[in-house]
C-alpha cells in the first residue's frame, strides 16, 4: 500500500512535474536500474535535490531507498517529521551530538545490513546556491564498514537556481541531474575513501562546460 | 449526419496530403541514409541520420498536435514556449542571479498570451507582450531594487519572450482564424503550410550549401552558411509554396511571393540565434552537455517566420 503510494507519487506526479514544469533533465540514469543497493552520494543545493534522485528511481527500489534527512530540521515538530517520513521514506538523524538519541552512523549503517540503500549529501546542508561545501566524512565510514557496497556518484546542477536555500518561490530553470558509474571503494582509509567520493562528483561537475550562475566558482 | 461527415472528410483532405508528403520524405530519408551507411559509412553521415531521427519525433508530435483537438494543439504551442524560454533563461549570461523572481512574470505571461491566442481576442493579443509586458517586466525589475546592470535585463527579458512567446503564439492563433467560404483546409492547413515551409527550407539550404556552397554568407557567425546555400533554399521553398498552396487561400503569386519571405525570415531567424548562441558562448563547444540540443536550434527559424507568415495572410485574406 506504502510503496504503492510512493511508487504513484514519485513515478508519475513527481516525475511528471519535474521534467515538464521543473526542467529536470536526467543525464545517464540507465545505470541506476541494474542496482539491487547503493549509497547515492550527491551534492546538495536544494529541497528539490531528494525528489529529483527519488523521481529517478524504479518501482522496486522506491520502497527501500532511505534518503537521510536533518533531525534537528526536519524533525523539529510531530507534524514535518511525519510529513517528511511519509513523503521520503527518510532517516531522521542529529547532525549535532547530544548523547541522547542513537549514533547517526549506527543507524544507516544498520539500514545498509538490512539490504536498503541510502541517500547520502555528504555536504551535511544545502547551503549557498550552487556552491560546493566540503564533504563530512560519514560517508567514508559507512563505505569502509560496508566495502561491498556500490555507491553512485551523482552531480546535480541548477537546483540552488530552482529553489535556493531560504526561498519559497519555486522557478522553473533548466535543471541538470548526472549519474557516475556505480562502483565500490578502493580506498582503505575514512580520509582516503572521501577524497575519492568527492573526486568522482568533481569528475561529473567539469563535464558541464560553462557555469549556470554568475556566482558559481570557477 | 452523412453530409457533415462527407463535409469533415473534404476539410482534411488537403491536411492528409501534406502529412503523407512529410511521412513520405521521412522514410526517403530513412531508407536512403540505410543504404549510403550499407555501401559507405562516415560521421557525417552518423549526424544526419540523428537528425532524421529527431525529426521522425518532431514531425509526429507537431503532426499529432495539429490533428488532436484545438485545446491540445495550444497547450502544445505553450509548453514549447514555455521550454524555449526557459532555456534562454538558464543561461547565466543571459540574466543576472537576482533576477529570478522576476521570470516567473515571463512564464506567467504564456498561458495569458495563449488564451487569447485561443479566444481569438487579436486586439489584447497583439499588444500583451509588446506593449504590457515591455512595461510590467521592466517596472517588477525596478521594484525588485537592483540597479547593477538593470539595463542588460530590462532588454534581454522582453526580448526573449518576443522571441519565444510572442512569435510562436502566432502558430497557435492560425487555429483560431474565422472561416472562409471556399477555403477548406483551414487553420490547420496554414499552419502545416509555414511550419512544413520553415522547416523544409532549412533542410534545402543545407543540401544546397553542401552541393555547391562555395561563398560565404556571414562566415564569423554562421560559417557553414553559403550565398548558393541561401539562393538554392529560397527558389525551392518559393517552388514548393507554390505547389502547396492549396492548404491556404493564396493566389498563386502571392504563395511564391510569401515562400521568398518565409525562405528569407526562416535564414535571418536561424543567424539571429546563431549570434545569441556564439555570444553565450555555446556555439564554440556544440551544446551544453554532449548530445543533448537544445530547443531553441528547432525553432530558430521558425520564431521569425511564424509572426511575418502570419500578418501576410491575415492583412490579406482576413482583415
Known amino acids: ?218 | 449526419m452523412h453530409f457533415l461527415q462527407s463535409d469533415k472528410f473534404e476539410q482534411n483532405k488537403e491536411v492528409i496530403i501534406l502529412i503523407s508528403i512529410i511521412l513520405g520524405i521521412l522514410v526517403f530519408a530513412t531508407v536512403l541514409f540505410f543504404i549510403w551507411g550499407r555501401i559507405k559509412p562516415t560521421n557525417q553521415l552518423k549526424e544526419l541520420k540523428m537528425r532524421t531521427n529527431s525529426w521522425w519525433v518532431m514531425a509526429s508530435i507537431f503532426v499529432l498536435a495539429t490533428i488532436l483537438h484545438p485545446v491540445v494543439s495550444f497547450v502544445a504551442f505553450g509548453l514549447l514556449s514555455f521550454a524555449a524560454m526557459r532555456e534562454l533563461a538558464s543561461i547565466s549570461k543571459n540574466v543576472r542571479d537576482d533576477d529570478r523572481r522576476v521570470i516567473i512574470w515571463c512564464y506567467i505571461a504564456i498561458p495569458v498570451q495563449y488564451f487569447f491566442a485561443y479566444k481569438g481576442w487579436f486586439n489584447i493579443f497583439i499588444i500583451f507582450i509588446p506593449v504590457i509586458m515591455h512595461v510590467w517586466i521592466p517596472f517588477m525589475l525596478v521594484i525588485r531594487g537592483i540597479t547593477t546592470e538593470i539595463g542588460r535585463s530590462m532588454g534581454v527579458l522582453p526580448t526573449q519572450m518576443m522571441l519565444t512567446i510572442f512569435s510562436l503564439s502566432h502558430l497557435a492563433y492560425l487555429l483560431s482564424l474565422p472561416e472562409i467560404p471556399g477555403f477548406n483546409a483551414g487553420g490547420r492547413g496554414l499552419l502545416l503550410y509555414v511550419v512544413f515551409l520553415t522547416e523544409i527550407n532549412d533542410v534545402f539550404q543545407f543540401v544546397w550549401g553542401k552541393l555547391l556552397g562555395r561563398h560565404k554568407i556571414i562566415e564569423k557567425i554562421s560559417p557553414n552558411k553559403t550565398w548558393e546555400g541561401f539562393i538554392g533554399g529560397v527558389l525551392s521553398t518559393a517552388a514548393l509554396a507554390y505547389f502547396l498552396r492549396f492548404l491556404t487561400p493564396l493566389t498563386e503569386i502571392e504563395a511564391v511571393l510569401i515562400g521568398f519571405t518565409i525562405a528569407c525570415s526562416g535564414f535571418v531567424g536561424d543567424v539571429i540565434v546563431s549570434a545569441i548562441k556564439r555570444d553565450i558562448g555555446l556555439k564554440d563547444t556544440g551544446t551544453l552537455i554532449p548530445g543533448h540540443g537544445g530547443i531553441l536550434d528547432r525553432i530558430d527559424s521558425l520564431s521569425l517566420t511564424a509572426p511575418i507568415f502570419f500578418y501576410i495572410v491575415y492583412n490579406l485574406h482576413y482583415a
Not at chain 1, 500500500?1 to 536526467?26: D, Q, T
Not at chain 1, 538490512?114 to 550552487?130: D, H, Q, V
Open chain 1, 1 to 218: 500500500m506504502r510503496s504503492a503510494f510512493l511508487a504513484f507519487l514519485y513515478s508519475i506526479l513527481m516525475r511528471g512535474f519535474l521534467r515538464i514544469i521543473v526542467g529536470v533533465k536526467y543525464i545517464n540514469k540507465e545505470v541506476i536500474s541494474k542496482e539491487d543497493q547503493f549509497i547515492i552520494v550527491s551534492n546538495h543545493n536544494s529541497h528539490l535535490d531528494t525528489m529529483a534522485l527519488m523521481s529517478s528511481l524504479s518501482f522496486r527500489q522506491l520502497s527501500k531507498t532511505h534518503p537521510i534527512a536533518a533531525g534537528d530540521y526536519f524533525g523539529d515538530s510531530v507534524t514535518k517529521s511525519f510529513i517528511t517520513r511519509l513523503f521520503t521514506n527518510a532517516i531522521l538523524i542529529r547532525r549535532t551530538k547530544d548523547g541522547s538519541s542513537e549514533n547517526p552512523i549506527d543507524m544507516m549503517s544498520r539500514a545498509l545490513s538490512e539490504g536498503r540503500s541510502l541517500i547520502l549529501f555528504p555536504e551535511g546542508s544545502r547551503g549557498e546556491p550552487e556552491k560546493m561545501q566540503e564533504f563530512k566524512k560519514g560517508i567514508g565510514i559507512l563505505l569502509q564498514k560496508h566495502p561491498n557496497i556500490k555507491y553512485i556518484p551523482v552531480y546535480m546542477r541548477g537546483m540552488g537556481k530552482v529553489l535556493p536555500k531560504g526561498e519559497k518561490l519555486l522557478v522553473p530553470f533548466d535543471t541538470y541531474v548526472m549519474f557516475g558509474e556505480p562502483s565500490t571503494t578502493k580506498a582503505a582509509e575514512i580520509e582516503e575513501i572521501v577524497k575519492e567520493v568527492e573526486g568522482k562528483i568533481m569528475e561529473l561537475r567539469a563535464t558541464f562546460i560553462k557555469p549556470i550562475t554568475n556566482s558559481e566558482e570557477e
